[in-house]
């Protein structure tokens, strides 16, 4: 494609699927305490 | 929805709903602006007539291909299908406590939501009874969830590192017999750490974080003791100290950005310096009447400060000295799934913080508003009532977040500034969607950035 890159691979609509176990990390936990930002999370499946 | 933006010399377009990123040249970039779905196999003639001042037949016709590719694979202008998942938006297991072992501190941070720590509340430590207590409402609620976090908390937890550690104790005792894997995190100001406490925290704890603000002169403003002076000289070798034997990246050095220090790039780039490699500075979330707090006057500004500081992890990155800062860290292929994304922050419904009285509260930053109280692990009262509102809170719950391009992201929001600044748990703080949809810009940028060197 010469006039578009497109940086990533995975479709975030795929992800719902087989999504929401929740098990992973509640997002208030990670760092902040002060603000949610689930983007910067990691999967548990995600390996 | 697509949100498309030009930074630092990038054309971006973000599909929302596949989460697609593209960076295009100057021609898609007019004609994606141009363009509503859904798309034909050619060019409309109004968008091919106005881009033919600038370009010529044929770069319409071959960018309008590129972009038509796209749509095809449902990476551009995607539909949105989410809606079918909002039935899993519902109550959840709880799996993620904060524990105030302390509602004391040893620090008079200006700026503390805590009230310098007893969160209005007069100072107390959490006993261990209390603690194990917390701990057995944590195993029977969580019912089903194998992986459950606590986070001591305070005030200053150190100040209880005792009950700390027969909580720890007493939680590890209890895994096999409930199926569960606890990760422990504390989150200290550093006044307290020495060897064995470093040691302890290094073995037993998932994650820790340690505050301090950046540079001395803007730590030593805030982050004060009892008597005035400052803290940095105390904490800074002791942080280093712990994470040089910690020995890997599962830790956080955090601060907070307030009026004082609008060029927090600069306490950034300090706290890397000293040797500190995950990073996490933020914005003070408080009464704008205060005189340290952020307002929408300051926006400008703050955007400025977050691009070049952006920039600065750029130029480190390519010569292979990045580093993290928590903020604009965003993994575009791996990062968590949809669901988890629209579902919130989980105050209240899969997260609670129990306060030294066994108090249970949304979570910590509810401790102490009383009329918000859901309940005692003493008594194992718990308000399921308040529990399902806090469930609704995610994204199809709060005002105008269903159509912000920053949803999957974000996620919703703080409920609970909301609540302080906003009046409402469900109505978005707007100061703060502002700087997380700046933080986002900039964190995708960094990734075209990185991607350009490759
Ligand atoms: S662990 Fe992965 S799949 Fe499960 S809720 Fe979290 S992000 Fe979604
Ligand atoms: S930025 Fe604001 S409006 Fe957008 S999803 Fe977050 S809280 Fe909602
Ligand atoms: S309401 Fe705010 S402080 Fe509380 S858990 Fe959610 S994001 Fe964190």
Redesign the pocket.
């Known amino acids: 494609m010469k006039h578009i890159k497109t940086l990533n691979k995975a479709n975030l609509k795929k992800s719902a699927a087989k999504g929401g176990c929740g098990e992973c990390q509640a997002s208030c936990q990670s760092a902040c305490k002060t603000s949610c930002t689930v983007a910067n999370q990691k999967c548990e499946h995600a390996k | 929805m697509i949100h498309q933006y030009q930074l630092n010399g990038y054309n971006i377009v973000l599909d929302v709903n596949s989460g697609g990123v593209h960076v295009v040249d100057d021609i898609t970039y007019e004609m994606i602006q141009m363009l509503t779905p859904p798309l034909r196999g050619a060019c409309p003639k109004d968008v091919a007539d106005r881009l033919s001042e600038k370009y010529t037949k044929q770069e319409i016709a071959e960018a309008y291909h590129d972009v038509y590719t796209l749509y095809e694979n449902d990476i551009l202008f995607s539909d949105d299908e989410y809606e079918q998942f909002s039935d899993m938006m519902v109550s959840s297991p709880v799996k993620a406590m904060c524990l105030h072992v302390a509602h004391d501190c040893n620090l008079r941070c200006s700026y503390c939501f805590a009230s310098t720590g007893d969160f209005g509340e007069g100072r107390k430590l959490l006993d261990a009874e209390t603690g194990k207590k917390a701990i057995d409402f944590l195993l029977v609620q969580s019912k089903d969830r194998r992986n459950l976090e606590l986070d001591f908390f305070g005030g200053e937890p150190l100040m209880n590192f005792g009950v700390v550690k027969e909580i720890v104790a007493y939680a590890r005792s209890k895994e096999k017999e409930y199926h569960k894997n606890f990760r422990f995190t504390i989150t200290t100001n550093g006044m307290l750490l020495n060897d064995p406490v470093i040691d302890y925290i290094n073995q037993e704890m998932s994650n820790v974080v340690l505050s301090i603000d950046g540079r001395k002169e803007v730590n030593d403003r805030v982050r004060v003791r009892c008597d005035g002076s400052g803290s940095y000289d105390s904490i800074v070798p002791k942080y280093q100290r712990l994470v040089e034997k910690r020995g890997q990246d599962q830790y956080y050095v955090r601060g907070t950005f307030t009026k004082y220090n609008l060029d927090f790039a600069k306490d950034v780039m300090h706290l890397h310096e000293l040797g500190f490699d995950q990073v996490s500075v933020e914005p003070v979330v408080s009464d704008p009447k205060l005189p340290y707090a952020l307002t929408e006057a300051d926006l400008p500004r703050i955007f400025e400060e977050y691009e070049t500081l952006a920039r600065q992890l750029i130029e480190k990155r390519k010569k292979g000295e990045g580093f993290n800062f928590f903020h604009f860290m965003l993994d575009l292929d791996q990062g968590p799934c949809a669901i988890k994304r629209l579902r919130g922050c989980g105050c209240g419904n899969e997260y609670v913080a129990v306060t030294p009285d066994g108090d249970i509260y949304p979570c910590h930053q509810f401790v102490g508003m009383e009329e918000w109280k859901m309940g005692s692990v003493l008594d194992n009262t718990f308000d399921l009532k308040k529990k399902s509102y806090f469930a609704k809170a995610n994204?199809y719950g709060?005002e105008?977040?269903k159509d912000?391009w920053?949803?999957f992201y974000?996620?919703?929001?703080c409920n609970a500034n909301n609540l302080q600044y906003a009046g409402d748990v469900l109505r978005?703080h707007k100061l703060?969607?502002e700087l997380?949809?700046k933080r986002l810009e900039c964190a995708i940028m960094m990734k075209a950035a990185m991607a350009d060197e490759s």
């Not at chain 2, 974000?410 to 929001?413: D, K, L, N, Q």
């Open positions: 994204i709060k105008g977040c912000c920053a949803k974000c996620s919703g929001g978005p703060s969607c997380e949809k």
